[in-house]
Structures are given as C-alpha cells and as structure tokens.
T-cell receptor, first 115, second 114 residues
C-alpha cells in the first residue's frame, strides 16, 4: 500500500510571501500521479495541481508550483504571493497509474495566511 | 455545469441505526469515489464505482456498502452505526475511469452518530 507523509502540520505565512509544503511518499510503482488538494473551511476539496510521474518537468498553476523529485519520492508545493483565500488545509495525494481513481492522502498541512 | 452534489449535508443518527448517503456526479461523469474524513484517520478511500460496477474497495468493514445507478448517481450505506462512524463523507466524480482525469469533490455529508 502507498503511504503519503506530510510534516509541518500548521504553518503561518504573511500575505504576499511564499510558503513551501513538503510531502514524501512510499511506492514501488513506476507510473503514478501526485496531487495537491486544498480544503478551505467550507470543506470543499479543490484540486490545486497535478503531476504525472513520467514527466520530468515540474507542474505549475499560476501561483502554485511543485518540486517533484522522483528518486527521492518527494513532492513539495510552493505557494507564491500568498493570498488570504489560500488559507486552507492542503493535502498531498497519490494515485497509481490506472488505479481506478483511488487516492491515498497525507494527513494534511494547515496553512494560515496572515494579513 | 452543476458540480457534484451530496445529500443530505448533515445527518444525526443513533448507534445501531443505518444510514444512506447520496452523491450525484457532474453530468457525464461515470466514475464516483467515496472517502471518509475523520480528525484521527484523515481521508480514507471507501470504494469506487464505474458504470455501475464496484472496481475498488478500501479497507472498511462490510457494514459499509455502496452502489451506482445507471444515471451514475451513487449511494453509500452504513449499517449498524458505531460512534466511530462519525465523519465527513466525501464523494468525487470523474469523467472516465482513468487515473489521469481530475476528480471533482462534492461538499460532503457530515454524519454524527450519538
């Protein structure tokens, strides 16, 4: 079974600053997908960014970018120019290729953006 | 397009009762997955349905079951409720059954067992 580990359970960041969340995972698979999901106080889970393991290029989505290190099984998320709306729990998730949509989640990081 | 809807949004049940939760996926989506979220265990995969077939099941007791209808709507049922079943139950839908397609989550059903 795949395990996903997130440390730093709670982080605070000033508005407009940058914050980086770390995630490591354990798998014997070669093809897989990695995700960062955001869950604001409304509890609505929202996909932030996705990375295919076979792609060497790190994914970016506007202010969100990842640092994917396949050999180290590391997948960190960088939030640039933090905004108040970024306040949320952030979950790192793993899915095997052709894994029938089964996501394995980490425990989450609480990010609080301070004005 | 309407998003994923879940009903009811909140539910209070007594130990020993059973409960049925409903999930309506985004129109055209054929895959529905269910997750349980608790403060202690985090987010755990329950099961996934695609075209009315359960393709994947998490490590939950047989009291947890589900089904999917021909219109892709899905229900999950929990029988003989226990206090530990109190949780936020999330469902997610995706267009196809392939891993590369984004999953869209519903707002969840908050179940409280007393």
């Amino acid at each position: 079974a795949q395990t996903v580990t997130q440390s730093q359970p709670e982080m605070s960041v000033q508005e407009a600053e940058t914050v980086t969340l770390s995630c490591t995972y354990d798998t014997s698979e070669n093809n897989y997908y990695l995700f960062w999901y955001k869950q604001p106080p409304s509890r609505q889970m929202i996909l932030v960014i996705r990375q295919e393991a076979y792609k060497q290029q790190n994914a970016t989505e506007n202010r969100f970018s990842v640092n994917f290190q396949k050999a180290a099984k590391s997948f960190s998320l960088k939030i640039s120019d933090s905004q108040l709306g970024d306040t949320a729990m952030y979950f790192c998730a793993f899915m095997k290729h052709q894994g029938n949509n089964r996501l394995a989640f980490g425990k989450g990081n609480q990010v609080v953006v301070i004005p | 397009k309407a998003g994923v809807t879940q009903t009811p949004r909140y539910l209070i049940k007594t130990r020993g009762q059973q409960v049925t939760l409903s999930c309506s996926p985004i129109s055209g989506h054929r895959s529905v997955s269910w997750y349980q979220q608790t403060p202690g265990q985090g987010l755990q995969f329950l099961f996934e349905y695609f075209s009315e077939t359960q393709r994947n099941k998490g490590n939950f007791p047989g009291r947890f079951s589900g089904r999917q209808f021909s219109n892709s709507r899905s229900e999950m049922n929990v029988s003989t409720l226990e206090l530990g079943d109190s949780a936020l139950y999330l469902c997610a839908s995706s267009l196809h059954g392939q891993s590369s397609y984004e999953q869209y989550f519903g707002p969840g059903t908050r179940l409280t067992v007393t």
